[in-house]
């Protein structure tokens, strides 16, 4: 008999299990046939998934979700109460009415748009807020579902069938999942690890020694103190460093968030069985040599909980550990999270036991204990393993740290990421017969910064019905930055805006018209740009379909960095008076509108370039000096407009004294 889960019911099917409420748009039987069919199929209940999911329905599509595993919420309800947030007024859409909607929670109070948000939350509070989301969508969530085959005809999944035998099929299809599995099943590229610095341009990509979560004191690394013959203590790389900037196929490192408390009722740290004390050598050596902490952090979340996470030199983070994980078979990982989470139970048996250690590190350690309210079901340890990192889609635009920087600004932004570039480290080494962590990176980003919708999606040549918010297309240190919830769920919610356009229009997802689903997106609540656009706002990019109009020659260049789009044009210092291009906007009303012109900045610009703006009261001229103010909207002046495209911006070049820039123009009312 199926039994209540909240307001949802379970279901077993021949080793999954289908949580339903309400009638999902199909009935129990159609749920669970041997074929179901949907309008979208989502691989993953992360929180990317199920913003996805929510998103269908309510776009008044039919959408399912398939789990893997057991766990639905992926990290922000396995312990990660603490959020990345970057900058917390960029997150809107489903993911701001997540947070929202936590506030409310703890309130009591019913959720509003103007309710305030809240980013730090216990483990069951993100719990109810999903179950709420998917119970008010109407989400079936399959759990336990392992792909066991993706079927296509040409470059489009048709189905995907299940280990147990049943059969999903829909005409478009999102792997929301932390290891792409779907997206490599359907043999879209993909890379793992990291890139060298000089693939992308990038300088803080590939190999990283750097000083943060660093071993602060000299601490040994063999068995033997001073004997290289010894070997080495665990988890220590025996081969050299290479230099810094390099590519290898390392990966940054997993743990799991643990949900702490100090109250009276909480869980002692137990010693785990195999548990190896060799295993925290390195750690007991660091200490010995002065180290005092912290060991692991204690970010309170509320009513006396913690999200605690890595922090130093050893710590929670099972370095080293986890390179096989995102291409190993479902029961490979399973062993390689059984080992990660054997390491960390050690580490807190260790901190809180060993005798070797200070009293005072046991005792502080051991005033922590595992919240017994934070996941009831597996003995207060969460069941989601922290997988920073694993596979990448490597797709027709790769996001890059100069996406991150600001360098560049993609025209077809589905959602921001504001976060710091941060990897966690990818390895231990030996540098002067001392051991030094590698990998750890942590540099900051100036602002928000827009996401392509093409690095969402495959080449269509690969698959034509995929999108992938998670494992998009990305290096690794602009994943680094990308790589947050709040971020993963804006990007499931513009996937399955784009996927419902694309069904529509009987389309390839790679072929939906941008302008309309960034019109979709805004209308739902996402932020596109930053600061956010100003409803009404108009931008015409040198790079768009349509508003652009050219004589004579310009040339497309990428070589100075703040441009909006792909690219800017410039007129190659030559055809002065004859290079002229213009920027005529569909204006949605008529009115006062504030033009700005955007281009970018170099001492071999022109500081002469006239602009007219044309509108409803003739031809207004301004000069402006393209040696400074690059990468930013400068202001031309506030004039009328007639609705449509009525008005325009003619940057013209005439007895200009260096090269004349076009990027782009935008229209704010006023």
């Not at 307001?7 to 669970?32: E, W, Y």
């Not at 001492?603 to 044309?614: C, F």
Request: glycine share 12%; with cysteine.
């Amino acid at each position: 008999m199926p039994r209540p889960l909240t307001r949802r019911h379970l279901l077993r099917l021949g080793g999954v299990t289908l949580a339903v409420a309400g009638s999902a748009g199909l009935g129990l039987p159609a749920l669970a046939a041997a074929v179901v069919q949907v309008d979208l199929v989502v691989y993953g209940a992360t929180p990317a998934g199920i913003a996805a999911a929510v998103q269908t329905r309510r776009m008044g599509r039919t959408a399912v979700i398939l789990e893997p595993g057991n766990h639905v919420g992926g990290l922000t309800t396995g312990g990660l109460g603490a959020t990345d947030t970057g900058t917390a007024g960029a997150i809107g859409g489903i993911a701001g009415e997540f947070y929202r909607r936590v506030h409310a929670k703890y309130q009591g109070t019913p959720v509003t748009p103007s309710s305030p948000a809240r980013f730090t939350f216990e483990p069951r509070i993100a719990r109810a807020v999903f179950d709420d989301l998917l119970t008010e969508a109407s989400v079936p969530v399959y759990r336990g579902v392992r792909l066991a085959a993706v079927n296509r005809t040409g470059n489009r999944i048709v189905e995907l069938v299940a280990e147990n035998g049943q059969v999903f099929r829909a005409p478009m299809f999102v792997d929301a999942s932390y290891e792409g599995d779907l997206m490599a099943r359907a043999g879209v590229s993909h890379t793992v690890g990291r890139e060298p610095n000089s693939a992308y341009g990038e300088t803080v990509n590939g190999v990283q020694l750097r000083d943060k979560h660093q071993f602060t004191l000299p601490v040994d690394p063999y068995v033997v103190p001073g004997n290289p013959g010894s070997g080495l203590l665990p988890g220590i790389s025996a081969g050299p460093v290479a230099p810094n900037g390099t590519g290898d196929d390392r990966i940054q490192a997993y743990n799991y968030r643990m949900c702490l408390t100090a109250s009276a009722d909480r869980i002692p740290f137990a010693r785990p069985a195999g548990y190896d004390p060799t295993r925290y050598e390195l750690l007991l050596r660091y200490v010995q040599a002065g180290y005092t902490g912290p060991f692991f952090t204690t970010t309170g979340v509320g009513n006396g909980r913690t999200d605690s996470n890595n922090n130093g030199a050893f710590s929670t983070d099972f370095i080293g550990a986890n390179y096989a994980y995102p291409a190993a078979s479902y029961a490979a990982r399973e062993s390689i999270a059984a080992e990660h989470l054997a390491y960390q139970q050690g580490l807190m048996w260790f901190l809180a036991n060993d005798p070797r250690l200070p009293a005072s590190v046991r005792t502080a350690t051991a005033a922590w204990g595992l919240a017994p309210d934070g996941f009831p079901e597996t003995a207060g340890w969460s069941p989601q393993l922290y997988v920073r990192e694993a596979r990448r889609m490597v797709s027709a635009y790769v996001m890059t740290e100069r996406d991150c920087r600001g360098a560049v600004r993609v025209a077809d932004s589905v959602g921001l990421a504001s976060y710091t570039m941060d990897s966690h480290n990818c390895q231990r080494v030996v540098v002067g017969g001392l051991v030094r962590n590698e990998g750890d990176v942590q540099v900051g980003v100036p602002g928000p910064y827009p996401i392509s919708y093409r690095s969402i999606v495959p080449t269509e040549t690969q698959c034509a019905n995929l999108l992938v918010p998670v494992c998009l297309s990305a290096s690794h240190i602009a994943y680094g930055s990308i790589r947050m919830e709040p971020v993963f769920m804006i990007l499931g919610q513009s996937a399955a805006t784009a996927a419902a356009l694309a069904t529509a229009a009987n389309r390839p997802v790679q072929r939906v018209d941008v302008p309309s689903l960034q019109a979709r997106l805004r209308q739902d609540g996402q932020y596109l740009e930053w600061p956010p656009v100003t409803p009404g706002e108009v931008i015409v990019d040198n790079a768009a379909a349509s508003g652009v109009t050219r004589a004579g020659t310009w040339l497309r260049s990428t070589s100075i960095g703040g441009y909006l789009g792909p690219d800017y044009e410039h007129d190659d210092n030559t055809g002065k008076g004859v290079n002229r291009l213009r920027f005529t906007p569909s204006l949605p009303r008529a009115g006062d509108y504030t033009v700005h012109l955007r281009w970018t900045a170099h001492e071999n610009r022109a500081s002469n370039v006239p602009v007219d703006v044309v509108h409803a009261g003739g031809v207004t001229t301004r000069t402006v000096d393209q040696r400074t103010a690059g990468g930013q909207w400068v202001a031309l002046g506030t004039f009328t407009f007639a609705a449509g495209a009525a008005g325009s911006v003619l940057i013209r070049t005439d007895a200009t004294d260096g090269y004349v820039v076009a990027d782009a123009a935008r229209f704010t009312p006023a």
